[in-house]
């Protein structure tokens, strides 16, 4: 057991989990400030233009950070962990998520009330779960590109010409409307998936399928290079 | 240098993300409305529209370029370099804004080519362009230094590209310190002074993405700091606080454009118009045909309808305005005029009951009128109206035979002429 601690306290230590998680926090709790300001985008809609309270983009920023401490300068060593390394990951991962959308609920709780705290919260899961699939894409470092990219079509596409909020369009959805809960229910089960399709089983998967498509030696390596060449 | 350039533009990962900022511009120009076209103010309010996006999005991408020398571990070599740091960041620099740039241009040439043949001569309007440039450098450059100051992996992209989106999107809610426009029209104009506070702003934090050194030592290539990078530091500093400041003295972003020659038809009543308004002519002459078949004799109608801005505001109370290119927002205007004319006289009514008659049969005229005017009932999306009229059923009375209106309009006529005065 205290062998399983030190090993979670050095895991901690190499992804940078208290620091992250504390930026996180910080940045929940610019809520109090900047959750309120409004802000006027021009957008698809009869007038031209819509204005969205920060509180509603937040999420965004706050989910992308927490998975983002999937990141550990390790990385490349960790595609290869055994079974504890995928216990632990797996564990962080959903912690970082629950995390992201405790501080939401917190911070929008403490400003707005419980019902925008439900939507808050549910925001950050749902944007958690988008950049997992961003992180398990181009690599944890950007995870934050599949959330931040999904605000242009939230904010421009988001509203009808009436000005009303898509069915879609979560953010702008009340804590009870039960569309959202659906879509967020989605993207956890797409975000569980992406976790699941790791390099060795996408190798797997094609030594069964196309194994002609193989490079005979050194196939692995080269991969892990490659995918890791996005800087 | 320029070898330099290339091989960066060549290698900036921006080149990932070219896709996606031309996708945001063009998706923002033309996923709106589409009444800017054929309008050269018009259009290029619309072309700088997508800077808005465009820019949050490239500050994201700056900051991560920037990040690359710290992510590598490559801080030691870069300032061991022969040639001083500054070089080096601003050809990066350089790249990353050529790439948000000319994602830009894209959508300004687009705006331009589908313009162009409706609105006749002029140009886009610079000042509105330039707008936008200002948004897109002073993004990618808060980006860019985010990510070369930050010794985090993971936080600068993020953070950059988050708050320069509220950051727009909040000063777009003052009046003094947007930083963009939503729409356009050719009676307002860019005041001098507030775009150039805004481009020094922009251009400002550039300077200081370029020239000043990170604080934290083990992120600072070269280690220590010399006397030269302290002074130009120092300077792009100053220089920023500078443009700040002039952005809090500058006129307001736009005021009321100095009346220009204005383009008239011909014909009595005849409409003089913005010059760059001049696609709604066809339209407005067809208005100005159906005011000439008016019964002859109930109404007096102007000789002249003027777009507002080109005459005084004193004389111009009823002068119109095309608003979001609906020519039905100007019939209202056309009425007022005709009516005012028409009925010169006022006074206060003796008693509420004859008041609320009267405004009644005002508001009925009203609306009689607009839809004459156009020719047409009221369109199923315009709404509101004046309260207790029968919009649809006034509408109707247009189809009716002419004796039958003009009968109706004289009813309405007689009393509002012969409610009694206090």
């Known amino acids: ?231 | 240098m320029t070898r330099i350039f290339w091989i960066e533009v060549r290698r900036s990962p921006l080149r990932w993300v070219f896709p996606l900022l031309l996708l945001v511009d063009l998706a923002a120009l033309f996923g709106r409305s589409r009444y800017w076209i054929g309008v050269w103010p018009q259009a290029s309010a619309a072309a700088q529209i997508p800077a808005q996006f465009i820019g949050p999005i490239l500050a994201g991408a700056a900051a991560w370029t920037a990040g690359r020398i710290n992510r590598r571990g490559l801080t030691d070599q870069t300032g061991a370099a022969a040639r001083p740091m500054w070089q080096a960041e601003l050809v990066q620099f350089a790249a990353t804004l050529t790439y948000g740039a000319a994602a830009y241009l894209v959508g300004i040439v687009a705006a331009a080519a589908v313009t162009v043949r409706q609105a006749g001569p002029g140009f886009l309007w610079p000042s509105y362009l330039l707008l936008g440039l200002a948004v897109i450098v002073g993004c990618a450059a808060a980006g860019h230094v985010f990510g070369r100051w930050s010794r985090s992996r993971i936080w600068p992209p993020v953070i950059s590209a988050i708050a320069s989106f509220l950051l727009v999107g909040w000063l777009q809610e003052s009046r003094s310190f947007a930083f963009g426009v939503l729409s356009a029209g050719p009676q307002l104009q860019v005041t001098r002074s507030a775009l150039e506070a805004r481009l020094a702003c922009a251009f400002a934090v550039a300077a200081v993405a370029v020239l000043v050194p990170t604080l934290a030592p083990r992120a600072r290539p070269g280690g220590y700091l010399r006397p030269v990078q302290l002074l130009a530091g120092g300077t792009a500093l100053a220089t920023l606080l500078w443009a700040l400041q002039s952005l809090a003295v500058a006129d307001p972003l736009r005021v009321q454009r100095v009346a220009v020659r204005p383009l008239c038809s011909t014909g009595t009543p005849n409409v003089c118009l913005w010059p760059e308004d001049r696609k709604y002519l066809p339209e407005i002459e067809a208005m100005l045909a159906r005011i000439r078949t008016l019964p002859p004799g109930m109404f007096v109608v102007p000789s002249t309808f003027f777009e507002r801005g080109l005459r005084e505001e004193r004389r111009g109370d009823d002068d119109f305005e095309v608003i979001e290119g609906s020519l039905w927002s100007i019939s209202p205007n056309f009425v007022g005029s005709i009516v005012n004319a028409t009925i010169t006289t006022f006074c206060p009514a003796a008693d509420a009951a004859a008041e609320d008659r009267r405004t009644h049969a005002y508001f009925e005229l009203d609306t009689w009128l607009e839809a004459r005017i156009n020719g047409a009932q009221r369109p199923a999306d315009v709404h509101g109206g004046p309260p207790g009229v029968d919009v649809a059923a006034v509408g109707r009375l247009i189809d009716t035979p002419e004796q039958q209106q003009i009968e109706w309009v004289r009813q309405r006529l007689t009393t509002i002429r012969e409610t009694p005065c206090a």
Do not use: K
């Open chain 1, 1 to 231: 057991m205290l062998e399983r601690r030190a090993d979670w306290l050095r895991y901690a230590r190499a992804h940078r989990l208290v620091g992250t998680l504390t930026g996180a926090a910080l940045i929940a709790a610019s809520d109090l400030v900047v959750g309120a300001w409004n802000l006027s985008m021009p957008a698809a809609t009869g007038t031209g233009f819509t204005v969205v309270p920060f509180r509603q983009e937040l999420p965004a920023a706050v989910a992308a950070l927490a998975v983002a401490s999937m990141y550990s300068t390790m990385e490349n060593l960790e595609r290869m962990g055994g079974m504890r390394l995928r216990c632990f990951e797996r564990a962080h991962v959903v912690t970082a998520i629950l995390a992201a959308a405790a501080l939401m609920w917190t911070a929008e709780a403490a400003t707005a009330g419980p019902g925008p705290a439900g939507a808050g919260a549910r925001s950050a899961l749902i944007w958690g779960c988008a950049a997992v699939v961003s992180g398990r894409s181009f690599g944890w470092r950007l995870s934050w590109v599949l959330p931040v990219s999904t605000l242009f079509p939230l904010i421009y596409y988001g509203h009808g010409h009436d000005g009303a909020a898509r069915w879609w369009n979560w953010p702008d959805q009340p804590a009870n409307a039960p569309v959202p809960w659906l879509l967020a229910a989605a993207s956890t089960l797409i975000a569980a998936a992406a976790f699941r399709a790791t390099p060795w089983r996408g190798h797997a998967l094609r030594r069964v399928h196309w194994p002609s498509r193989l490079a005979p030696t050194g196939a692995g390596r080269n991969e892990v290079e490659a995918s890791n060449d996005n800087g």
